[in-house]
């Protein structure tokens, strides 16, 4: 069977047992915020708009994406169209307040805010407090903790706590943790009631990392998973010669083993974005694959490659050059 992101870019998932639903194909917020090169507002907004238009109804976002910028933006974006309708995401474990920071120098046009570290009650409650002023809205859907790695202890001793309270009380619909690592996803998944984990660039065609050890306990718990960074930063959508890796300009091995992968995929008649793109939606544990986006076009591209069908010989002659990361 030929397969796509399931349902194409607007089927519909749901994260865990919250009952909160995504579509197949989200909007990741971190370029509306100038992650790389800037943004301006009103392209900002088209973007969000053009996915509304195409049929994509969940949107991620940070405080960390342009120090608030990208929220500002989401909100304004969204501001009129029936709240029912979209579901919103968002991150709590830094707070902004005035002044620069070197937390976040890949976002470019950010407003002149730093961004310090606090996963306690309080500083999730703030978070959440600022984050619905930014964005306009009277609730979010899902809040993710957002890159504790070297916060474990806070992180699961009160950031947990205070987002399953505010998820008791109906403040919230799904919570769970977004990382760029699998080791402490899987122990929020093992240790605490989540719901879902955001797993960002470790389950790609690039690195199988997630889809070794995280992916299948989520699915034992009844976790979902949202598959960000299938990209890894670009390599997967266009491996030229300034692609990025990991956020940081990509090493020659790996620009070449994109390549080989690039042109498997011709063969086949199949674009390696959309490979990519389908790659971790296989995985039955995930709910939704998140991609960032910075203007209609590029709404455009990745909803034409989540519908694309990937025939299984594509992937029988990927794993047998070598080119498939082990699951």
Known sequence: MNTAVPGGPTGRGVLGGSGVPVTRLGLGGAALGGLFRPVSEERAVRTVRAAWDAGIRYFDTAPHYGAGLSEERLGAALSGLPRGEFTVSTKVGRLLVAGSGADGTEFTGAPDRARVRDYSRDGVLRSVEESLRRLGLDRVDVLYIHDPDEHWAQAVGEAYPTLARLRDEGVVGAIGAGM????????????????????AGRC??????????????????????????????????????????????????????????????ERHGVPLPAAALAWPARHPAVASVLVGMR?????????????????????????????LPGE
Request: with cysteine.
């Open 180 to 199: 760029n690592q699998t080791a402490m996803l899987a122990r929020f998944v093992a240790e605490t009631d989540v719901d879902v984990v955001l797993c």
């Open 204 to 265: 790609s065609l690039l690195d199988g990392s997630a889809q070794r050890e995280l992916f299948p306990l989520c699915e034992r718990r009844g976790v979902a998973v949202v598959a960000a960074g299938v990209f890894n930063s670009g390599i997967l959508a266009d491996p030229g010669t300034d692609a990025r890796y990991d956020y940081a300009p990509a090493p020659a091995a790996t620009v070449a083993r994109a390549r080989r992968m690039a042109a498997l995929c």
């Open 295 to 323: 203007s209609a076009e590029e709404v455009a591209a990745n909803t034409r490659w989540a519908a694309t069908a990937v025939p299984p010989a594509l992937w029988r002659d990927l794993a047998g050059a070598g080119l």
